[in-house]
């Protein structure tokens, strides 16, 4: 099974709608058996996607060809023997500092470099 985690910012006026992007994410995923978790504050966007390889690359390259984003960076890309994120999970700032408790939650199964990167993300964006 496929892990892939990448990062991207939306672009300057680009409309951010989080339940559209859940709802359509939830739909797409469930189809095509993808998990992950999905981290958004701002414009900045962190995503894990796991299940079968060809799926995955195939829901990172229409992500990709997303006009709404850019600076696409793919973090990290392994096979791992199960999922490590169970069920598709969406983490959003909602200004209160509570998305690092929710991520910390998230990323439990996760390995450890894994963990620390969405950890991470969420600490420094949080600050």
Do not use: K
């Amino acid at each position: 099974m496929l892990q892939l985690i990448y990062v991207s910012t939306a672009r300057a006026g680009a409309t951010i709608d989080l339940g559209q992007i859940l709802a359509c994410s939830e739909r797409n995923n469930r189809r095509d058996g993808i998990t992950g978790l999905l981290h958004h504050r701002g414009r900045r966007f962190l995503q894990a996607l796991e299940g079968e390889a060809a799926m995955v690359e195939a829901t990172y390259a229409r992500i990709a060809a997303d006009p709404r984003h850019f600076a696409m960076v793919v973090l990290s890309r392994r096979e791992v023997a199960a999922r490590e994120f169970g069920d598709w999970a969406m983490a959003a700032d909602d200004g209160s500092g509570g998305v690092v408790v929710q991520v910390a939650t998230l990323v439990e199964g996760a390995a450890p470099n894994v963990r620390a990167t969405f950890e991470g993300f969420a600490a420094m964006r949080a600050a």
